[in-house]
């Protein structure tokens, strides 16, 4: 299995909603990430877990609350959002964090708060 | 700062023809850099990396660390190559984090 999977493909939530978008790979990858892409723009670094823990948050508001339960799920936990947090979020993964190594993403969920 | 410029934001060409997707990096020390690619309604996807020098697709990228530039080149476009295509770079100090430029759209016309 080479790619990685993301649940839901869309999602529509209120902006009193929780809810969570959930990210696997079987590909024995110990670097995961999620990314956050508006529309016509690049992907924006969220969070990088590095075996299963969280190595970088790029000042990413409490509202997005990311956990890796283990080497091959890694979950967005999303509450209270807002609007401008409409976007498609992607998850990636990588054998490691070092640069050499490719990342691997997945379609996307496309998120959309009302 | 690290940054990555993508100066065009739509190229359109005529298959056959070549192509030049410019990509221009700030960084200090020595960067690894990278060309993704976007096809419609596929995921984004790595095409070529500097430190591997290979050749995908037909299409190459050379580091010119003086100009500070990782153009990709292609001799002759073909209308499969039509996609959004992203350089990206990732620091030697890393913080595992990769910066994306802002894309260039890729249109090859038959």
Known sequence: DTEVTQTPKHLVMGMTNKKSLKCEQHMGHRAMYWYKQKAKKPPELMFVYSYEKLSINESVPSRFSPECPNSSLLNLHLHALQPEDSALYLCASSQSVLAYYEQYFGPGTRLTVT | ?110
């Not at chain 2, 934001?9 to 298959?15: A, P, T, Y």
């Not at chain 2, 770079?89 to 595992?96: N, P, R």
Request: glycine residues 6%; hydrophobic residues 35%; proline residues 5%.
């Open chain 2, 1 to 110: 700062a690290q940054r990555v410029t993508q100066p065009e934001k739509l190229l359109s060409v005529f298959k056959g023809a070549p192509v030049e997707l410019k990509c221009n990096y700030s960084y200090s020390g020595s960067p690894e850099l990278f060309w993704y690619v976007q096809y419609s309604r596929q995921r984004l996807q790595l095409l070529l990396r500097h430190i591997s020098r290979e050749s995908i697709k037909g299409f190459t990228a050379d580091l010119n660390k003086g100009e500070t530039s990782f153009h990709l080149k292609k001799p002759f476009a073909q209308e499969e190559d039509s996609a959004m295509y992203y350089c990206a770079l990732e620091g030697e100090d890393s913080s595992y984090k990769l910066i994306f430029g802002s894309g260039t759209r890729l249109l090859v016309r038959p």
